[in-house]
C-alpha cells in the first residue's frame, strides 16, 4: 500500500533562518506531489505541484520554491524565512491517471516563525 | 473555471442525531467532487469521492453524499452523528490544468454535543 510522510511535525524558525521540508512517498511511482499550506481557520492554498523529477509548477508568488530530486521526494524550502510563513504545510500525493483521481494527505509540518 | 462554496462555517449537532453539511460547486464541465475530513493537527483524510457513476456515494465512517446536477449540490451527510465525528470537512472539486488539481471549500466546523 501506498503511504506518504511529512517531516517535521512541528517547527519553530526565527525570522531570516532558511528552511527545508521534506515529503516522501512510498508504494508508487511517478506520482503527482503537492505542497499547500494551511492558514488558521482557513481552507488550503495550492504553492507548488510537480508531475516529474525536477519539474516543478508554481501557483502563487512566494518567499518559497520546491524540488523534486527524487521520484517519490518532494522538498520545500526557503532561503529567508518570513513571519508570513507560518502555517500548516501539507504534502499530497495522486496517481497520473486523470482528475478523477483523489490526492492523498500527508499529517502536515506546523510552522511557526518567531 | 471550478470553485467550492461550503454554505455553512460552522455546524453544531447533537450526538446520534443527523449530519447535513453542505456545499455547491461550480464547474465548466462534468466534474469530480471530493470530500475530505481533518482532524486538529493532522493531514486531510478522503471522506468518499463522485466520478459520473452512481450520483449516491457512500464513503467511510457511515458517511454518504450525493450529486445532484439540477442544484450544483453535493452535500454530505450522515445519519446518526458521533462524537469522533468532530472535525473540519472540505467539499473539494478537480480540475486538470496540467496535472490533476484540487479546489477547496474554505470547509466547515462540525461540532458534536454529548
Known amino acids: 500500500s501506498q503511504t506518504i510522510h511529512q517531516w517535521p511535525a512541528t517547527l519553530v524558525q526565527p525570522v531570516g533562518s532558511p528552511l527545508s521540508l521534506e515529503c516522501t512517498v512510498e508504494g508508487t511511482s511517478n506520482p503527482n506531489l503537492y505542497w499547500y499550506r494551511q492558514a488558521a481557520g482557513r481552507g488550503l492554498q495550492l504553492l507548488f505541484y510537480?508531475?516529474?523529477?525536477?519539474?516543478i509548477s508554481s501557483e502563487v508568488p512566494q518567499n518559497l520554491s520546491a524540488s523534486r530530486p527524487q521520484d517519490r521526494q518532494f522538498i520545500l524550502s526557503s532561503k529567508k524565512l518570513l513571519l508570513s510563513d507560518s502555517g500548516f504545510y501539507l504534502c499530497?500525493?495522486?496517481?497520473?491517471?486523470?482528475?478523477?483521481?483523489?490526492?492523498?494527505f500527508g499529517d502536515g509540518t506546523r510552522l511557526s516563525i518567531l | 473555471a471550478q470553485s467550492v462554496t461550503q454554505l455553512d462555517s460552522h455546524v453544531s449537532v447533537s450526538e446520534g442525531t443527523p449530519v447535513l453539511l453542505r456545499c455547491n460547486y461550480s464547474s465548466s464541465y462534468s466534474p469530480s467532487l471530493f470530500w475530505y475530513v481533518q482532524h486538529p493537527n493532522k493531514g486531510l483524510q478522503l471522506l468518499l469521492k463522485?466520478?459520473?457513476?452512481?450520483?449516491l456515494v457512500k464513503g467511510i465512517n457511515g458517511f454518504e453524499a450525493e450529486f445532484k446536477k439540477s442544484e450544483t449540490s453535493f452535500h454530505l451527510t450522515k445519519p446518526s452523528a458521533h462524537m469522533s465525528d468532530a472535525a473540519e470537512y472540505f467539499c473539494?472539486?478537480?480540475?486538470?490544468?496540467?496535472?490533476?488539481?484540487?479546489?477547496f471549500g474554505q470547509g466547515t466546523r462540525l461540532t458534536i454535543n454529548p
Open positions: 499530497a500525493w495522486s496517481n497520473d491517471r486523470g482528475r478523477n483521481q483523489p490526492q492523498h
Open positions: 473539494v472539486v478537480s480540475e486538470m490544468r496540467g496535472a490533476q488539481k484540487l479546489v
Open positions: 510537480s508531475v516529474g523529477i525536477g519539474q
Open positions: 463522485y466520478t459520473s457513476a452512481a450520483t
